[in-house]
């Protein structure tokens, strides 16, 4: 074929599919000569440039792939870039005047391009302008999710991520689906509104300021069970444990508020902990699936990532014991804080537990509450790398960073989430770029240490008002039904609040994460703690000493290294 007639039939507008031609016969030189006098030098400059501005757009697709993140709207505060580096990636294209990195001009915004198959923006179209790529490309990568997974060195997992999020029109969501969210987000910040004007000076580690945390864990568990996950085992630190107890695992609200009364007592032996340290174990059944679902919170001490390698065990343990051995009925689900997440060891350790043959729980589902500041710690003093997440990286993990103010991208990245882990048994990360309203403990005054974060906090409107406002506009629900939503949860919490004066002894086994069956009689009171004499004789134990330390046989010759200098 002829690469000339090609590329003029390409710049003259030819789809390039159907740009190819059969060589014509050889022309005569005189023609030849006659053709290159009359500008086929000029056509030639013009095809170059066509296969230039081609290349050109490839890079420009991949270095959205890349570094889109870098530029996404993750904080809800404004205040932050998506990272720590605070850099505009000079290949993309943030304005027009970047498009000569790549040897383009303004001029060539409405030229169309054919597209590469390492991109799925197109949707069913192969080919588009340039002005519509960069437009689709920056929805995808810089709104209020920022994707890191080019650095997976697996293609068919890379086309995966990037067909659930480059594909136009995939965060779709039905009235249904954004009225069940609403009233999921409803239960979450009322439940932290009530304890905070029932209890305002008791420390809980409230979850203001992320709250979608509790519609995002719904959401990981309903997608799980949909693919038939059975049980879930979950582990986490301090902040939302209440509430993660009260409207994902549905501990009995009453149970919650006694937690509260000074004058409690406890009732079992190894009981005396605190409210936000403590586990629970819940069979029901799955609303959105109609399955049933065993949910597990591992009780967590105050050293907050200590809990992951338990959480697998604890996982691995129930898998081997189901016969389990590709975790598609058991899975683990682990929320972190963004300092710990980066700081404590103990994180990096179990993520290279997470794929080795004798551990793997077939992958996890990681939860960052990224409250962009640890205990008093800007984000800047506490961590070397760009992200709390990057410690991820080093087993293949997809890190799905999101803007936690925008609850429907919050709710598709959980989809995808849950849809990887069962697809590729691998763990996977979500980061919640959030805030942390109150100080670490509703103690603390954070003004002190973070006046600039915390005058922004004070303006910052909740994310139950923002996404109700949305949905309110666009007729999806009524304000009197929102209204209603609020009415119906307070009342469902002031009439457990009522019952709870009644309960002032505390039962261990209403808090413990595992069935334990057999250890209590049916009362629900543990069974004797007194056990039979285990000791034996001292004769006994020196007839075993002699044993073990002497010779085993005449004449026998003991190993040099075993003698005592």
């Known amino acids: 074929m002829s690469w000339d007639l090609y590329f003029r039939n390409a710049t003259s507008g030819t789809v390039p599919g159907h740009a190819f031609q059969t060589q014509l016969p050889e022309l005569a030189s005189g023609q030849t000569s006659l053709i290159q ?47 720590l580096d605070s850099f505009v990636p000079s290949d993309l ?21 054919q597209l590469p198959t390492t991109t799925f923006i197109g949707g069913n179209e192969s080919m588009l302008s340039l002005r519509e790529i960069i437009r689709r490309l920056e929805n995808t990568y810089c709104q209020h999710i920022g994707l890191e997974f080019m650095f997976i060195n697996d293609v068919e997992q890379c086309d995966w991520i990037r067909q659930k999020f480059e594909t136009p029109g995939v965060m779709k969501f039905t009235s249904e689906e954004k009225r069940t969210l609403l009233a999921r987000l409803v239960r979450s910040t009322r439940f932290e509104d009530f304890l905070a004007r029932k209890w305002s000076s008791e420390k809980r580690f409230g979850l203001e300021g992320c ?7 719904k959401t990981i568990i309903d997608k799980s069970s949909e693919m038939g996950i ?6 986490m630190p301090h902040r939302g444990r209440l509430n993660v107890l009260a409207n994902v695992i549905r501990k009995e609200l009453e149970q919650i508020f006694c937690q509260f009364d000074p004058k409690l007592e406890a009732a079992d032996e190894g009981s005396g902990d605190v409210k936000y340290h403590l586990g629970m ?10 399955k049933n679902i065993t949910l597990s919170l591992v009780a967590n001490p105050s050293h907050l990532e200590a809990v992951d390698p338990v959480v697998q065990g604890k996982t691995k343990a129930e898998q081997f014991y189901r016969g389990d051995t590709e975790g598609r009925k058991v899975m683990s689900v682990l929320l972190h804080g963004d300092a710990a997440f980066a700081g404590q060891g103990v994180v990096y350790e179990t993520f290279h537990l997470s794929d080795l043959p004798s551990y793997t729980t077939n992958g996890t589902i990681h939860v960052v509450v990224n409250n962009q500041i640890g205990f008093t710690t800007d984000p800047r003093m506490a961590r070397s790398s760009p992200y709390p997440t990057d410690v991820a990286r080093v087993v293949n993990a997809p890190i799905f960073h999101v803007n936690a103010d925008d ?9 995808v989430a849950a849809e990887w882990r069962n697809t590729f048994n691998k763990d996977v990360v979500i980061d919640l770029v959030c805030y942390r309203k109150r100080g670490h403990n509703e103690m603390d005054e954070p003004m002190f240490t973070q006046p600039l974060m915390y005058k922004q906090i004070q303006k910052q409107v909740p994310v139950l008002k923002k996404y109700a406002d949305k949905l309110i506009a666009d007729g999806t629900v009524t304000l009197q039904e929102f209204e209603e939503e609020i009415a119906e949860y ?24 595992s069935p334990w069956p057999g250890f209590f009689n049916l009362d629900g009171e543990p069974k004797s703690m007194t056990c039979p004499s285990t000791g034996i004789s001292e004769d006994m134990l020196t007839h075993i000493g002699n044993v073990a330390s002497s010779v085993p046989l005449e004449g026998f010759k003991i190993h040099g290294g075993e003698r005592n200098p």
């Open 37 to 83: 006098s009359h500008g086929l030098t000029k056509t030639l400059g013009k095809a170059e440039k066509l296969v230039e501005d081609h290349l050109a757009v490839q890079s420009l697709i991949r270095a959205y792939q890349i570094r889109g993140h870098h530029v996404a709207q993750l904080d809800p505060l404004g205040i932050l870039d998506a990272d």
């Open 93 to 113: 294209i943030t304005t027009i005047d970047k498009l000569g990195f790549y040897g383009l001009y303004e001029s060539d915004l409405d030229k169309v391009f």
């Open 407 to 415: 609850p429907e991208a919050v709710m598709y990245v959980c989809n």
């Open 230 to 235: 059975e049980y879930v085992i979950m582990g």
């Open 490 to 513: 307070d009342k469902i919490c002031e009439e457990a609040y009522a019952r709870s004066k009644d309960n002032k002894i505390l039962h261990i086994k209403h808090w413990l994460d």
């Open 281 to 290: 174990y819940h069979e029901r059944i799955n609303r959105a699936t109609n």
């Open 211 to 217: 709250e979608v945390m509790i519609p995002a864990l």
